[in-house]
């Protein structure tokens, strides 16, 4: 079945860096755009970055352009999220997610809706900014 585990998170001070990671499983990790997702206390997921299949083509949220950097390896099937000078309001539960919307072409302009719009995702993890 598909597993998508992500691991990486923890506790930083503001301007700090983290990089998550996610492992997926149970299917051809090399065929499916992927997203990072985060969801903060009392509001609702929004999408953070997503990157097409063959990794040439990524995709950034704008409240986190130039300081996130996604990347995925599809021989190790692992999807990754540098974060960089982070901010106390990046803190929240973040997942990665395999989106409905698999058209390569279209995602770009779509993804803040589609990016979230996933038929699996992980249990996440927990990242927190404060000093």
């Known amino acids: 079945q598909v597993q998508l585990v992500e691991s990486g998170g923890g506790m930083v001070q503001p301007g700090g860096s983290l990089m998550l990671s996610c492992i997926a499983s149970?299917?051809?990790?090399?065929?499916?755009?992927m997203t990072w997702v985060r969801q903060a206390p009392g509001k609702g997921p929004e999408w953070v970055s997503g990157?097409?299949?063959?990794?040439?083509?990524?995709y950034y949220s704008e409240s986190v352009k130039g300081r996130f950097t996604i990347s995925r390896d599809n021989v190790k099937t692992m999807l990754y999220l540098f974060m960089n000078n982070l901010k106390p309001e990046y803190s929240a539960l973040y997942y990665c997610?395999?989106?409905?919307?698999?058209?390569?072409?279209?995602?770009?302009?779509?993804?803040?809706?589609?990016?979230?719009?996933?038929?699996?995702r992980g249990q996440g993890t927990q990242v927190t900014v404060s000093s």
């Open positions: 149970g299917f051809t990790f090399s065929r499916f755009i």
């Open positions: 997610a395999r989106p409905r919307w698999q058209m390569s072409s279209t995602f770009g302009q779509r993804a803040p809706s589609v990016g979230i719009d996933y038929d699996y």
């Open positions: 990157i097409v299949e063959n990794g040439e083509l990524k």
